[in-house]
Nanobody, 124 residues
Framework: QVQLVESGGGLVQAGGSLRISCVRSGGTFGTYATGWFRQAPGKEREFVAAITRSGGSTGYADSVKGRFTISRDNAKNTVYLQMNSLKPEDTAVYSC?????????????????WGQGTQVTVSS
């Protein structure tokens, strides 16, 4: 069974940076397309970024494009989300998700496995 564990969240001032990680364990073979989603209190979960299993292609929500970068290290079974120029509206629980597929995906229903999330809080 695939398990995903996020880490690296915390409190940061507006304009600051943070890198969060998603470590995958389990799974029978290959690597997984991975995405980051976030959910703020009282709001629906929204897509943030995604990366193919090879790391060769990525996708971003318009709200984070140019500020966030998704990357992966398959040798470590880890996907990262580097977040720069953070804004208070980026405050949310960030969760990673994985699926055994060839592309990258921006819809939550396309993912099979989910982590528990890590809190990111940006103060103004």
């Amino acid at each position: 069974q695939v398990q995903l564990v996020e880490s690296g969240g915390g409190l940061v001032q507006a304009g600051g940076s943070l890198r969060i990680s998603c470590v995958r364990s389990g799974g029978t073979f290959g690597t997984y397309a991975t995405g980051w989603f976030r959910q703020a209190p009282g709001k629906e979960r929204e897509f943030v970024a995604a990366i193919t299993r090879s790391g060769g292609s990525t996708g971003y929500a318009d709200s984070v494009k140019g500020r966030f970068t998704i990357s992966r290290d398959n040798a470590k079974n880890t996907v990262y989300l580097q977040m720069n120029s953070l804004k208070p509206e980026d405050t949310a629980v960030y969760s990673c998700a994985a699926v055994s597929g060839s592309g990258w995906y921006d819809r939550a229903y396309e993912y099979r496995y989910w982590g528990q999330g890590t809190q990111v809080t940006v103060s103004s």
